[in-house]
């Protein structure tokens, strides 16, 4: 599993960042524990979660000056 940055999660829509969530949960379950791939996919899950919870507060890309 890849390492998603915040920048890549958060041009996902929500429909999308609900789809990966699954998939990283997934790996978190048939990873063994203290993995490398185990704790990528942790740290996804941590910043998926966070979007989706504050998904209308942050923007998806910066403002125009």
């Known amino acids: 599993m890849n390492l998603f940055s915040m ?4 041009r996902l829509t929500r429909t ?3 789809a990966l969530l699954e998939r990283v949960t997934l790996v ?3 990873e063994p524990e203290g993995s490398v791939y185990q704790e990528i ?5 941590r ?3 966070w ?3 504050n998904y209308g ?6 403002a125009p000056r």
């Open 7 to 10: 920048w890549e999660l958060r």
């Open 16 to 18: 999308e960042l609900r």
């Open 28 to 30: 978190i379950d048939e």
């Open 41 to 45: 996919a942790l740290t996804n899950f």
């Open 47 to 49: 910043n998926i979660r």
């Open 51 to 53: 979007l989706l919870a």
């Open 57 to 62: 507060a942050v923007p998806s890309a910066p």
